[in-house]
Nanobody, 129 residues
């Protein structure tokens, strides 16, 4: 399985970026997908998830209303559109796939319990104020 994120870069506060995640080597539509980010340090934060069909999405308060996750199962690709970027959004962003990870309120507190076993190398997002 190969997971590859792209689309990161440097923007000013208030700007926008759109990240992409391509996953090859598995049946894409069978997996729940998530976006995560990690600033320097050990903690990886879950910031969005999307169900198999794309019908269900969830965002924690830190990004709700600013970020939008979508997926195109025909292209094995997931996207994260990020608007209104803030300096605190600066991090390395990762995507991951799991066979079971209910995309419901509280998801971000339980990501360690789910089988997100396919991860990319990450793409850097830097927001300057």
């Amino acid at each position: 399985v190969q997971v590859e994120e792209s689309g990161g870069g440097s923007v000013q506060a208030g700007g926008s970026l759109k990240l992409s995640c391509i996953i090859a080597g598995l049946t894409f539509r069978d997996y729940v997908l998530g976006w995560f980010r990690q600033s320097p340090g050990p903690v990886r934060e879950g910031i969005s998830c999307i169900s198999w069909s794309g019908a269900s999405t969830y965002y924690p308060d830190s990004v709700k209303g600013r970020f939008t996750v979508t997926r195109d199962n025909a292209k094995n690709t997931m996207y994260l559109e990020m608007n209104g970027l803030k300096s605190e959004d600066t991090a390395t962003y990762y995507c991951a796939a799991a066979t079971f990870a209910p995309c419901v309120p509280g998801w971000e507190t339980k990501v360690g319990e789910y089988d997100y076993k396919y991860w990319g190398q990450g793409t850097q997002v830097t927001v300057s104020s």
